[in-house]
């Protein structure tokens, strides 16, 4: 019997890894279809929306999936976002896994706001969101409200995952898929973005070391992550949190994106 329910996995299992491979391959296909389209960026009329002559991929895990984009936003779209942000900036919240409501918590000690609707129509909005898309692969229509983040020196966010636990999100667009992250100040001590199960090696956070991978904010860079496996279910490993930050100020704006319209 066990023998016989192994042969009637196999090719369920076989057919996972096969669309695992086909899909890692797309994304490398549309990476390099990227770089050719900067070659072109003057007879484009859309390559100063996107950046094209600027951005440049870098990826740095399949497992998870994570690619940098540097130069991903220019200094004046970075100035912009903290500039409308400012002033509207509240402690940050968690999602309670009981309610699916935001909760404040020890677990997140920034503080934050999230773009909102008339914001959204501005030409700067409109043109981060839709970069956001292009470069993800995932419809502007699926994306939630950016959210401008603060943090100060010793706050930080520990280990989480950016999917959604509990029905009361679920029901609002579907499960998060991917999470693009952009970080809008230089000179920060800290505040790297720890994935802890991504590499074999060590790296800085906050001042220790530790195992996985951490990106150190560059103003202009983003990450791209996926939440979500290429299987369709969620992916454990996409567990990252925000290192305490030890000196100066870390800003960053976040858009998760989902798998259906949220707008």
């Known amino acids: 019997m066990v023998r016989w329910r192994a042969r009637g996995l196999l090719p369920l299992v076989t057919f996972v890894t096969l669309v695992m491979i086909l899909g890692s391959l797309l994304q490398l296909a549309f990476l390099h279809r990227l770089d050719g389209y900067s070659l072109h960026a003057d007879s484009d009329p859309e ?3 996107l950046r094209l002559r600027y951005v440049k991929p870098e990826v740095i895990s399949w497992t998870p999936r994570i690619i940098i984009f540097h130069n991903f936003l220019s200094s004046e779209e970075c100035d912009y976002l903290m500039a409308i942000a400012r002033p509207r900036l509240q402690m940050s919240t968690v999602v309670d896994v009981a309610t699916g409501k935001g909760v404040k918590s020890d677990v997140r000690t920034s503080s934050g706001m999230f773009v909102n609707s008339e914001e959204r129509k501005s030409p700067v909005i409109q043109a ?3 970069r956001i898309s292009v470069f993800s692969q ?5 994306g939630e409200l950016i959210q401008v983040l603060r943090y100060e020196a010793s706050q930080y966010y520990r280990p989480h995952h950016d999917y959604f636990s509990d029905t009361f999100n679920l029901k609002r667009g579907g499960q998060r898929v991917a999470t693009m992250l952009m970080y809008l100040t230089d000179g920060v001590e800290g505040g790297e973005t720890h994935f802890l199960q ?4 060590e790296c800085s956070c906050g001042g220790n070391v530790v195992k996985g991978l951490c990106v150190k904010p560059n103003k202009g860079d983003a990450v791209l992550f996926w939440s979500m496996g290429l299987d369709g279910n969620t992916d454990p490993n996409s567990i990252h949190s925000g290192c305490p930050v030890l000196k100066g100020e870390k800003w960053s704006a976040t858009k998760w994106m989902r798998q259906k319209m949220t707008f």
Request: aromatic fraction near 0%; avoid cysteine; hydrophobic fraction near 35%.
């Open 198 to 201: 991504a590499g074999d090696g």
């Open 128 to 130: 981060i969101e839709k």
């Open 47 to 49: 390559a100063g929306l």
């Open 138 to 142: 995932i419809p502007k229509e699926n």
